[in-house]
């Protein structure tokens, strides 16, 4: 079992920058591919960006790329989502998300979910 905690949301100007924290609980926690998917009003929930158990391997939506890096530290249970050049579209609850493969957890299947962090992005 895996428990997940997100915290960094806010407010920020448009062209700022955020960078959002996902605590897991849980031994494993190295184990676990790792993800972070968001939802803006009145939209579906989309991915964001993936990484691997090791951080070796990312995987980013194409709306992120460039701006968006994931990165984790397994000495602290944590992984991360280092938000620059934000753009008013960046606007919603992000989600962090664990599961066994890489694969699963960019399809939404992972099985675990945090409950989320508001980002605001004004222009």
């Known amino acids: 079992q895996v428990q997940l905690v997100e915290s960094g949301g806010g407010l920020v100007q448009a062209g700022g920058s955020l960078r959002l924290s996902c605590a897991a609980s849980g031994r494993t926690f190295s184990s676990y591919a790792m993800g972070w998917f968001r939802q803006a009003p009145g939209k579906e929930r989309e991915f964001v960006a993936a990484i691997n158990w090791s951080g070796g391997s990312t995987d980013y939506a194409d709306s992120v790329k460039g701006r968006f890096t994931i990165s984790r530290d397994n000495t602290k249970n944590t992984v991360y989502l280092q938000m620059n050049s934000l753009k008013p579209e960046d606007t919603a609850v992000y989600y962090c998300?664990?599961?066994?493969?890489?694969?699963?957890?960019?399809?939404?299947?992972?099985?675990?979910w945090g409950q989320g962090t508001q980002v605001t992005v004004s222009s």
């Open positions: 998300a664990a599961g066994r493969l890489r694969s699963t957890v960019m399809s939404g299947d992972g099985g675990y």
